[in-house]
């Protein structure tokens, strides 16, 4: 079974450009979750969908940040213009989306974005 | 306050030998759910354990195992016998009985180097 898969890996861009991150989760899963990690920090919940709905976009910095998972399957996270605060490790990871507390979330290898 | 804390500095261990990251969270909600995750240099997050607030044992995984102190709110990972593949960042987090936005919280990580 093929594991969440994230691309590109690294991006390097300037601040004020436009940035776009790709993600196609675990065959099956309904769930779907973008996670910033900035460095030495633990990630943190930027949205989460079930199929196509955004169900938890609360800490999603709107004015700058959107999201789509078109056809409930793979997402995209985009930010439009980044920012120098942006640089940090985007994490996508899914799950199979039945809400038990001991629901397990699997991980892509995450885009290293780095903002100059 | 923190619903995760990982307090610890780096740490070090010996081949062979076993090694306890510890781990304390927050929460006034009867039902939660604790995670251990593995993020070696490549970036993935590996699921390594999972605790439940009711469950009646601690949990064991491989060379995995987990003492969970309820009362003490602690949830510390020990791993017996350490490998050198071991080295890698580990993080604890915490999933809560929140209903449909119930999201996986995570601490900022301890990084664990083992040495030969």
């Known amino acids: 079974e093929a594991g969440v898969v994230q691309s590109p890996r690294y991006k390097i861009i300037e601040k004020k450009q436009p940035v776009a991150f790709w993600c196609n989760p675990i065959?099956?899963?309904?769930?779907l979750y973008w996670y910033r990690q900035n460095l030495g920090q633990g990630p943190e919940l930027l949205i989460r969908?079930?199929?196509?709905?955004?169900?938890?976009d609360s800490q999603l910095p709107k004015d700058r940040f959107s999201a789509e998972r078109l056809k409930g399957v793979d997402s995209t996270l985009k930010i439009q213009p980044a920012e120098l605060g942006d640089s940090a490790v985007y994490l996508c990871?899914?799950?199979?989306?039945?809400?038990?507390?001991?629901?397990?979330?699997?991980f892509g290898s995450g885009t290293q974005l780095s903002v100059l | 306050a923190q619903k995760i804390t990982q307090t610890q500095p780096g740490m070090f261990v010996q081949e062979k030998e076993a090694v306890t990251l510890d781990c304390t969270y927050d929460?006034?909600?009867?039902?939660?759910?604790l995670f251990w995750y593995k993020q070696p240099s490549s970036g993935e997050m590996i699921f390594l354990i999972y605790?439940?607030?009711?469950?009646?044992q601690n949990a064991t995984e491989g060379r995995y195992s987990l003492n969970f102190q309820k009362a003490r709110k602690s949830a510390n990972l020990v791993i017996s016998a350490s490998q050198l593949g071991d080295s890698a960042m580990y993080f604890c987090?915490?999933?809560?009985?929140?209903?449909?936005?119930?999201?996986?919280?995570f601490g900022k990580g301890i990084t664990l180097s083992v040495r030969p």
């Open positions: 969908y079930e199929n196509e709905e955004a169900v938890d």
């Open positions: 929460t006034s909600d009867p039902s939660y759910g």
């Open positions: 065959s099956g899963h309904n769930t």
């Open positions: 605790q439940g607030s009711y469950d009646q």
């Open positions: 990871a899914s799950s199979r989306g039945f809400r038990g507390l001991n629901e397990k979330l699997f």
């Open positions: 987090a915490m999933r809560e009985d929140t209903g449909a936005n119930s999201k996986l919280t």
